[in-house]
């Protein structure tokens, strides 16, 4: 007997995927997007890519950001905190120039201030973007820039900045915090970082 089973809204998309060594996007990959996304004059998706790399958030909790999340005074915050919905627990992230300057666009071209999500959903069916939609997006993202999409996924956006700090300084309990997990185990993981990685770092530190 074939049993089908069908992902509910509260699953997730990429149920018993590995998503945690998808490969994050380099510099030149994310710049590469933006003017893609900027010289088509997508508003919509410019801001939700801006907003999806400085947030460093999952897709659960990315497609569900309120304008109120984003926005005070009719003016976009230079930072912001949302609740995990994994974990349950706040996490902070910054909304750098650019993604403020896209996010008032979108905003602008929706006009809509002050309620509801930012990133509505065009579907009768639902109230905001949904995962599986934000996954289509970055896919659609990636293959024009010549990427392999299978190669890519919603976490690559969630790791791409975090990545490139981590190569910078190191600082695994900055990235955590930034990350929203709860145990350094767990980033590590998540970072894909390996034993040549920490010995590495620790040959660079002399006491």
């Not at 508003?43 to 990315?62: G, H």
């Not at 929706?110 to 905001?128: N, P, T």
């Not at 300084?169 to 900055?174: E, S």
């Not at 185990?185 to 002399?206: H, K, N």
Request: aromatic fraction near 6%; glycine fraction near 4%; include cysteine.
């Amino acid at each position: 007997m074939n049993k089908s089973h069908h992902l509910t809204e509260s699953e997730p998309w990429n149920k018993g995927q590995l998503v945690g060594q998808k490969r994050p996007l380099r510099c030149r990959d994310v710049w590469t997007i933006r003017t893609r996304l900027a010289l088509d004059g997508n508003k919509r998706d410019l801001a939700l890519f801006n907003l999806a790399i400085d947030s460093k958030l999952r897709a659960s909790d990315l497609v569900r950001i309120r304008i109120s999340d984003v926005q005070t005074a009719d003016q976009v915050r230079e930072r912001a905190s949302v609740i995990q919905k994994k974990t349950g627990r706040p996490v902070q992230f910054e909304l750098t120039e650019a993604t403020r300057l896209s996010v008032e666009d979108w905003l602008h071209a929706r006009r809509s201030k002050s309620s509801g999500y930012l990133f509505a959903s065009r579907l009768d069916c639902c109230e905001h973007l949904s995962t599986r939609q934000y996954a289509r997006l970055v896919h659609n993202w990636i293959e024009p820039i010549g990427l392999n999409s299978t190669s890519y996924g919603t976490h690559s956006i969630r790791r791409t900045k975090v990545a490139q700090i981590y190569r910078k300084t190191g600082n695994l309990r900055a990235v955590q915090l930034l990350l929203g997990h709860t145990k350094l185990e767990t980033t590590v993981r998540y970072l894909g970082i390996d034993v040549e990685d920490a010995l590495s770092l620790s040959e660079q530190l002399e006491l």
